[in-house]
């Protein structure tokens, strides 16, 4: 997933690859502001009055933060979850597409639960209110799909050669 072939750059960081305890680091960062944006949502939508100053601060803060980290994975030297195939070798394509599969099967299973609640909160009038104010989400999960497969890549990737 490393290009050994990276020019040379007064900024270090964009040239070479991060470590995996980095990268890591970095995912856990990503979905943690992201978890964190969705609540200051929830709370903004919800608060009388709506959107105090404050949590329209934080959650403008939290959604640049969430941005940050995740164009920091995608374009890390070595990215390949969206690189095109013919800039990818074999074993490249068989990462990308193992990461893609597995991403596929954490948001089947993510929106299987989340059909589940619903129905279980339709059978329900008070609950039915709830789902109705959680559905102003659904838009932000969008987010999950096209996020995951460099998650996953960025998560699993052994750490690059000593020698870049």
């Known amino acids: 997933m490393h290009s050994s072939t990276a020019a040379p750059s007064r900024f270090s960081w964009a040239v070479r690859p991060m470590a995996r305890s980095r990268r890591r680091l970095l995912v856990l960062a990503t979905y943690l502001c992201f978890a964190v944006f969705l609540v200051v949502m929830y709370r903004g939508y919800t608060a009388e009055p709506r959107w105090p100053g404050l949590l329209g601060l934080v959650a403008v803060i939290l959604f640049i933060a ?7 994975l995608v374009t890390a030297p070595g990215y390949a979850a969206d690189t095109l195939d013919r800039r990818l070798d074999e074993r490249q394509r068989l990462v990308r597409d193992r990461a893609y599969r597995l991403a596929y099967y954490v948001l089947t299973l993510l929106f299987g639960a989340l059909s589940l609640g619903a129905l279980y909160a339709a059978s329900n009038d008070d609950a039915w209110s709830s789902v109705r104010v959680a559905t102003l989400f659904v838009p932000w999960l969008t987010f999950l799909p096209g996020s995951l497969p460099t998650a996953v890549v960025a998560w699993t990737e052994p750490d690059p050669p000593e020698d870049i």
Request: net charge positive; glycine share 0%; no cysteine.
């Open 66 to 72: 969430t941005a940050a980290a995740f164009m920091r």
